[in-house]
């Protein structure tokens, strides 16, 4: 006895091919928008000094001064966004935070390292410059500007 070639019918062919084609479009619609990174609305933040920040996270940032960092830490109320700007060669550094603002899909930060003020006397020790913002806790990623 031969055994006849195996084959799909014509009709479960055309409903595997429709399942296909359904399968992409619902593939399709179930991708995350792209960011065009406008603006929806600044955020509300305050800046944390050494004594309010979480034992954590002041671990972690003794560990990356070494380095330029930028970081995200979260508890179950706040969001914590560090950046450091590594060592420079004097004191007298501050940092500015330009903007935080929500974009569509993420969170966007803007900071600048401020030198001393001119006719400052900054101490002549190597410093290692941080921040540390604290603000709402959303589950967007952070982007750095």
Known sequence: MSKKPWRISPLLRSLFLAVLCLAALLAGG???SKDDGKKVRDLEFAVVGDGDVPAELKQIIAEKTAQPFKLTFSDEQNLYIVVGYGPQSTGGYSIAVKELYL???SIVIDTELLGPEKGENPAPETSYPYVVVKTENLEN???FQ
């Open 103 to 105: 974009t569509s899909n």
């Open 141 to 143: 990623p952070v982007i």
């Open 30 to 32: 179930c991708q995350v």
